[in-house]
Every structure is written in C-alpha cells, then in structure tokens.
C-alpha cells in the first residue's frame, strides 16, 4: 500500500468500522490488513474461525483494531444475525466490502444431476451478500452515510463457456446492487461494483491454466476495491475490460467462438494437471 492511499483511507475511514467478507484470505485479507494499518475498525467475515482470528492478531499487533465473526454466507439466517449483532457490537459500518465468493467451472452438460452447485455458488456470491446487506442497510441509511462495494468478475464483458453458475451469480449480485443503489444514493449510501480480472488466489489456484496465465495479485485486487471504495462510481473496471465488453457487443459470434477456443484450453490443461 502506497503512502497516499493510507493517508486517503485513514481520512475516510480511520475510527469508523469496516466489514470485509471473505477476510481469512486472498483479497480479503490483503484488503483487512491496508483499512487495519490506516486506522479502520474492521469487522473480519469468514467461515474459517482460526484463519480469521490469525490476520486479526497480526492486524492488533501493527497497531489496528480488528474483530472476527465466523460465518456461513449460505447460510441466509446466520448470515441476518451476524448482521445484527455487528451493529448492536460495533454500530453502522461506514464501508462493507462484498468480497467473499465461490468459484466453479463446469459445463452445463457435465452440470446434469448437479443443480446444488449452482445453488450453492448463488448462496455465497449472492443471495448471501443480499441476506447481510438487507439487515445493515437500515442503519447505514440512518447515519446518512456508507459505501458498499462488492467484488466481480470481468467475465461478465464476454461469454464464458464453464463459468456460468459462477459468472451469473457475480451478474445477479451487481444488478442487485445497481437497483439498490438508486433507493439508497440520495440518502448517502453508495454501492459500486469492481470487475476484476485473474487474480492468483486459491480460488484460481485449482484451474490448472490458470497456473501460467498473467494475473493480478491479491495486494493489488485489494487495493482496486479500497480506491473504488474512496470513491462513488457505482461501476469499476480496468480500460481494456470495457474495451472487450463492447467489441464482444459488435462481435458476438466471434466473441462466443474465442470463448469456447478458451474453454477446451483449460480442459486440455486440466487433464494434463
């Protein structure tokens, strides 16, 4: 993190809390120890209990303020819970970062008999997020201030053969958000979606053509979400990812072609290991 971005996070969100999704790793820890360091009490989300309480002693030790709260997003009444009991510990969040997600990749032929997955990849990237946001958004609108900013895919710019109960789910949570955002804006509370590209986390670490493709790292996803979350764009994207999004409009057929190219790629390469 750069010296001016701590300062910028500091003045925007240093003493107020913050509630990070998806905090015991990846971008969500990158993102947890940056708001720690600029003075943000934040509020860490994860289903990994020992993992949470791990980045939460690191983040106390530098001088931060960090609580933990495990937690199952899939699980829709833990999730209106955990949402209560934030407030009534820590009060109205100044900033919630949406970051906590699933990934699959599976074809819709290999997806018959299989719907739980895309059940379960709704839960955590949607619905879940929805559950959590729908309880703290009454108290964020009260203070008469808050951001909300959820991390995304830029797989939504162009068709994304295997991906499609992953990329739908990312596409329904920032629909979802842009709606909500229109009710809520006047009142001072902003929502924005970040389309980031491939970030070298766990997540992709399974996908084995993943392992040589150019990524981004999870420090600088992060850092994509905080500048997004000092801001109030209500859409967030590298220049190259409207550039493909709006030649894939021009092109569709050739668009879905390079897409399927790209799907037996990651087939071909996963079965090599």
Do not use: C
């Amino acid at each position: 993190m750069t010296a001016r971005l701590e300062r910028r996070l500091r003045a925007a969100f240093g003493g107020r809390v913050v509630v990070v999704t998806g905090a015991s790793r990846g971008i969500g820890a990158a993102a947890a120890r940056m708001l720690g360091a600029a003075g943000a009490r934040v509020v860490l989300l994860a289903r990994d209990a020992e993992a949470l309480e791990e980045l939460a002693s690191g983040i106390r030790a530098a001088g931060g303020d960090a609580a933990t709260v495990p937690l199952e997003l899939r699980d829709a009444t833990a999730t209106a819970e955990t949402a209560h009991r934030i407030l009534a510990e820590h009060g109205a969040p100044a900033l919630v970062l949406a970051n906590a997600g699933h990934s699959i990749r599976r074809t819709a032929r290999d997806s018959a008999g299989r719907a739980h997955d895309v059940q379960r990849t709704v839960a955590a990237n949607y619905t879940g997020h929805a559950a959590l946001l729908l309880e703290l958004l009454p108290a964020m609108r009260a203070s008469g201030r808050g951001r909300v900013v959820v991390s995304s895919t830029a797989a939504l710019a162009v068709p994304a053969p295997g991906w499609s109960a992953y990329v739908a789910s990312k596409a329904a949570l920032e629909r979802w958000i842009r709606d909500v955002d229109a009710e809520t804006r006047p009142e001072g509370v902003t929502f924005g979606a970040v389309r980031l590209p491939l970030v070298r986390t766990a997540m992709s670490a399974p996908t084995a053509a993943y392992r040589e493709a150019r990524a981004m790292s999870a420090d600088r996803a992060a850092r994509m979400l905080l500048v997004a979350a000092l801001g109030r764009r209500r859409l967030v994207q590298a220049w190259w990812v409207g550039l493909v999004g709006f030649a894939a409009t021009l092109a569709p057929g050739l668009a879905e072609r390079v897409g399927r190219r790209w799907q037996r790629r990651l087939a071909a390469a996963q079965e090599a290991g």
